[in-house]
């Protein structure tokens, strides 16, 4: 389960504080419960993700993470550009806890990454959709209770897209997924419920349907 209590959170700008982002937000994200979250271009959906996660901090409010939330899927931050796929890859594990397993865990993912001999040649070298593939391959080494996708499945070419769909899907069946996509159908195949982002206010909805049925009235005609 994931709380929220009075988040809200804005930016400072040369002219000095932005409107509100998030204005008051006050959620409860269930146990085992997928929600697909939508809202304008702009709307502050990937400053949601990634406040919920940790990887930023709210301007006013709490957030209370009580299970394991993966950080967003193929988060573009976090590599090395000087040191190789796999030396990043092991420096993960290591920060994760995961001394003993380490070798299993690079197996992994140099498999899912499919880099081939680039695996052990520095970062700077990668083209963006490599990179892509690298993050993504690391983020699936760990098991999380709630998995965090902002248009990670997008990444990379067309058959990475289809066997990164395919793998979080079967995550997805055994834990739970918070997902920003602009595709609706995306949604539909991996959430049951909707989050509405709409001027700074959040709305749940118990049903998909409805959330993006509630989007599409909150665009211009």
Not at 13 to 35: C, E, F, K, M, Q
Request: hydrophobic share 40%; with cysteine; glycine share 10%.
């Amino acid at each position: 389960m994931i709380v929220t209590r009075g988040l809200s959170k804005r930016y400072m700008t040369a002219h000095g504080a932005g409107p509100w982002v998030l204005d008051d937000v006050n959620l409860v994200i269930p146990p085992r419960v997928s929600v697909g979250i939508l809202g304008a271009n702009g709307a502050g959906k990937s400053t949601l993700l990634r406040i919920l996660v940790g990887v930023d901090k709210p301007t006013r409010g709490t957030v209370e993470r009580h299970c394991r939330v993966s950080w967003p899927l193929g988060f573009g931050g976090g590599l090395q550009g000087s040191m190789t796929g796999r030396q990043n890859a092991r420096f993960v594990c290591r920060i994760h806890g995961h001394e003993d397993d380490i070798p299993e865990r690079l197996a992994r993912i140099a498999e899912f990454a499919a880099l081939g001999d680039k695996f052990d040649d520095p970062i700077r070298t990668y083209s963006t959709g490599m990179a892509a593939r690298l993050r993504f391959a690391i983020s699936l080494a760990f098991d999380f209770d709630v998995y965090i996708s902002d248009e990670a499945t997008s990444a990379g070419d067309a058959s990475f897209r289809a066997r990164a769909a395919e793998e979080f899907r079967r995550r997805a069946h055994q834990a739970s997924v918070i997902m920003v996509s602009h595709d609706p159908g995306t949604l539909k195949r991996f959430c049951t419920a909707g989050l509405l982002l709409h001027r700074g206010k959040l709305t749940w909805f118990d049903r998909l349907g409805e959330a993006i049925s509630a989007y599409k009235d909150t665009l211009p005609a």
